[in-house]
């Protein structure tokens, strides 16, 4: 049997050592070391011998083994940096990378000041957190007053200043106003006021932070024909020509009149549905700035008018796209974000 183990090991070097693959070496390895392999089927042999016999032989099964797997080894070695370096087809197409884009609320921000800058309306941009005075006092609201609850406001912990008030999130970008006014010192005036907003609110239509954007106006002979004429154009541009507009009276405490501007509604283009009902849907105020108002921005209420008007843009967004919850823009969803 000796001289048989001698055979197989003389034989299995051969095979190894002319391995030019990691396949075929792997192949080789079985055909010796596998379940019916040349050395497993000697190893069997080995009960049938006699007993004297057995520890010599079984000595030189070893030796024979570990040999042939030290030669394994170093083939496998050897193979394994002979392997060709990866190849790269510079030819073969890329993948294409996702390209994002701005979100819906930015692309819509754009939209409306690209439009309003046609009118002469300039980009102005005031505190996120303002004074009592600029978001409620100086717009007609005093403290105290019940129409403020309608802005749900959060406040500040800080003390209050003196004429200034505490101060707030700014729940409407109407806080521009006043400031405008301030800054600019004399009419006319033609202000647009894009900024965050924030209230104690949240379901389908609201969210805690949202956007505005304030329109003002001011100047000589000012008159409600101006701010149909402008918020015409507004809606005929953002939400194309078909969709009419219309001004409803309402009540703000910084206007006199006031409106609420409806536009047809984008589902049944004013017939009426189960989703507007009327065939009109509200997008925001608007008015006449109130004397007061301009009292309170030193601007002569008796030489000078104007008009205001203040809309979210996430509603406006709403009732352009039809999207029926707008916390959805802020959900971060890009199967969302991608069809806009
Ligand atoms: N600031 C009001 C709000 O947040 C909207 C508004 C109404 C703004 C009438 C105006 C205006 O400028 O004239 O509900």
Not at 156 to 183: D, Y
Request: aromatic share 12%; hydrophobic share 35%.
């Amino acid at each position: 049997m000796d001289k048989e183990i001698k055979k197989l090991a003389t034989h299995a070097r051969t095979g190894i050592n002319s391995a030019s693959v990691l396949a075929d070496l792997e192949k080789i390895y079985l055909e010796i070391f596998g379940k019916s392999g040349t050395f497993t089927n000697l190893t069997k042999q080995l009960s049938s011998i006699p007993k004297s016999k057995k520890p010599k032989i079984g000595q030189l099964l070893n030796e024979a083994k570990k040999e042939i797997e030290k030669t394994f080894e170093q083939r496998h070695n050897f193979l394994k940096k002979k392997r060709p370096k990866e190849f790269i087809d510079i030819t073969a197409p890329g993948k294409k990378l996702k390209l994002g884009h701005l979100h819906l609320i930015s692309q819509a921000i754009d939209e409306i000041v690209a439009i309003f800058s046609k009118l002469g309306f300039s980009l102005e941009s005031y505190p996120e957190v303002d004074w009592d005075w600029y978001a409620f006092e100086s717009l007609n609201m005093p403290k105290n007053h019940p129409a403020r609850d309608d802005w749900e406001t959060f406040f500040i912990k800080s003390a209050p200043k003196p004429h200034f008030g505490s101060q707030v999130l700014t729940p409407h970008t109407s806080n521009g106003q006043v400031r405008e006014m301030e800054k600019l010192k004399k009419p006319p005036i033609r202000m647009l006021n894009i900024a965050r907003c924030y209230r104690r609110q949240i379901d389908v239509s609201h969210t805690p932070m949202f956007h505005q954007f304030e329109g003002l106006f001011i100047d000589e002979y000012i008159t409600i024909a101006n701010l149909k004429g402008t918020l015409n154009y507004f809606t005929a541009k953002f939400f194309g020509p078909k969709r009419q507009m219309r001004l409803r009276p309402h009540y703000f405490r910084f206007t006199e009149p006031s409106f609420e501007v409806d536009v047809t509604c984008g589902v049944c283009q004013g017939s009426g549905c189960r989703f507007c009902k009327s065939g009109w849907v509200e997008l925001g105020g608007a008015g006449m700035v109130h004397p007061k108002v301009l009292e309170a921005g030193n601007i002569n209420p008796h030489k000078y008018t104007g008009f205001a008007f203040g809309w979210g843009i996430e509603r406006t967004i709403a009732i352009k796209t039809g999207i029926g919850d707008i916390r959805l823009l802020y959900q971060n969803d890009i199967r969302f974000l991608e069809q806009f």
